[in-house]
């Protein structure tokens, strides 16, 4: 499977706690992008890369959110010291190119209880 | 305003019709549109891209751009209740990277 892969597709976690999630792009493309989506909303832009340089981030990523994609390679977000207001779809996508198309991994759900 | 907005639906149409997904966005600047399909509980899947005015048709759907008129559609010919999805209108802007701004979502529900 040369598609874009999440881990883990589900997270289950206490309030407080720490959560990484990964996310490994298709091999060829060179920008990677987190969305964060809500029930019944579109995703919303978080953060993106190009390579392994963070060019952007949202005002949605506060101080407890962190990203990184270190070689340009996989990428990974973490969220400290959780709130129930995190819980969503956390999706990764990558492109070719800021015109090419982007594809989406499958998403990691997490709840915050 | 949104900078991205789409009817919330749900859009229900019989098995067989013409199915017209709309979207109109706010900044000009706005280069290429595509559309994502999201079934219940799955994450976005591209099915079209459109960066230039006019129709550009793949299969049974056909995507329109009117830049003039900063409307974007989808259209889904001869429906199938496999179709039954939400479909999500995004845009990208220029020198930004690529990044999507998403509507909210069309449901739509295709009757058999």
């Known amino acids: 499977d040369t598609g874009v892969s999440q881990d883990p597709r589900h997270k289950i976690t206490k309030r407080g706690q720490n959560v990484t999630f990964r996310c490994d792009p298709i091999?060829?493309?060179?920008?990677l992008y987190w969305y964060r989506q809500t029930l019944g909303q579109g995703p919303e832009f978080l953060t993106y890369?190009?390579?392994?340089?963070?060019?952007?981030k949202s005002r949605l990523l506060s101080d407890r959110f962190s990203a990184e994609r270190p070689k340009g390679s996989f990428s990974t977000l973490e969220i400290q010291r959780t709130e129930q207001g995190d819980s969503a779809m956390y999706l990764c996508?990558?492109?070719?190119?800021?015109?090419?198309?982007?594809?989406f991994g499958q998403g990691t759900r997490l709840t915050v209880v | 305003q949104k900078e991205v907005e789409q009817n919330s639906g749900p859009l229900s149409v019989p098995e067989g019709a013409i199915a017209s997904l709309n979207c109109t966005y706010s900044?000009?600047?706005?280069?290429?549109f595509f559309w994502y399909r999201q079934y219940s509980g799955k994450s976005p899947e591209l099915i079209m891209s459109?960066?230039?005015?006019g129709d550009k048709e793949d299969g049974r759907f056909t995507a329109q751009l009117n830049k003039a008129s900063q409307y974007v559609s989808l259209l889904i010919r001869d429906s199938q209740p496999s179709d039954s999805a939400t479909y999500l209108c995004?845009?990208?802007?220029?020198?930004?990277?690529?990044?999507?701004?998403f509507g909210q979502g069309t449901e739509l529900s295709v009757k058999p």
């Open positions: 996508a990558s492109s070719l190119s800021p015109r090419g198309d982007a594809f």
């Open positions: 091999s060829e493309h060179n920008r």
């Open positions: 890369f190009q390579n392994e340089a963070q060019l952007e």
């Open positions: 900044d000009r600047g706005s280069q290429s």
């Open positions: 459109i960066y230039s005015n």
């Open positions: 995004a845009g990208t802007l220029d020198n930004q990277g690529g990044k999507l701004i």
